[in-house]
């Protein structure tokens, strides 16, 4: 079966400060990555998505980046955090099949001060 | 105007009821709908996909009707494991999740 694994759970970082979340799915091959954050009492907001290795598209223009070095990892990337990066961020894999249903990981709770 | 619009909430309602939550989206494009559900702090979970000719589950039951761009779900015999907030999703194969801003029910003893 598949497990979506991402790190750390918490993370505490000064502004300016840079960041690296990790993402890596196990059990498929090929799966559609997502990166989202959630606010606080907010919906999701779609980061990044890929399509494949080294594929990478931008949703939302900001000092944020992604990259997917292997098949099945997907990193979410900052130099200097802002204040208003705070928030949860979750990564997500989906097959591109007829319903392609998405698959979140426990996220990744950060707080910028 | 939002691709996915959902009821506002909060729904509060007593055990054994039934609440059903409206969901809107605006572009037509759109192939794919899901109902997820998402416990406080934690990550979002699917519950239900969304067939075109409606389909059930146990208790929940999922509605779609393209020519109205509407989404439904109905939650039957309400237990207080149910409370979470509903998530509404459209997508265009898999390349563009939409995600409504949710609907939060509280089930009350």
């Known amino acids: 079966s598949q497990t979506i694994h991402q790190w750390p759970a918490t993370l505490v970082q000064p502004v300016g400060s840079p960041l690296s979340l990790e993402c890596t799915v196990e059990?498929?091959?090929?799966?559609?990555l997502y990166w989202y954050r959630q606010a606080a009492g907010r919906g999701l907001q779609l980061l990044f998505y890929?399509?494949?290795?080294?594929?990478i598209s931008s949703e939302v223009p900001q000092n944020l980046s992604a990259s997917r070095p292997q098949d099945r990892q997907f990193i979410l990337s900052s130099k200097k955090l802002l204040l208003s990066d705070s928030g949860f961020y979750l990564c997500?894999?989906?097959?591109?099949?007829?319903?392609?249903?998405?698959?979140f990981g426990p996220g990744t709770r950060l707080t910028v001060l | 105007r939002k691709e996915v619009e959902q009821d506002p909430g909060p729904f509060n309602v007593p055990e054994g009821a039934t609440v059903a939550f409206n969901c809107t989206y605006s572009?037509?494009?759109?192939?794919?709908f899901f109902w997820y559900r998402q416990d406080c702090r934690k990550e979002p979970k699917l519950l239900m996909s969304v067939y075109s000719s409606g389909n059930e589950d146990g208790r929940f039951t999922a509605q779609l009707n393209r020519a109205s761009q509407y989404i439904s779900l109905l939650i039957r015999d309400s237990k207080l494991s149910d409370s979470a907030t509903y998530l509404c999703?459209?997508?265009?194969?898999?390349?563009?999740?939409?995600f409504g801003p949710g609907t939060r029910l509280s089930v009350l003893p």
């Open positions: 999703v459209a997508s265009n194969y898999g390349q563009n999740f939409v």
């Open positions: 572009n037509s494009a759109s192939q794919s």
């Open positions: 890929s399509v494949g290795i080294g594929q």
């Open positions: 059990g498929t091959s090929n799966p559609n």
């Open positions: 997500a894999w989906a097959l591109l099949s007829s319903y392609n249903e998405q698959f």
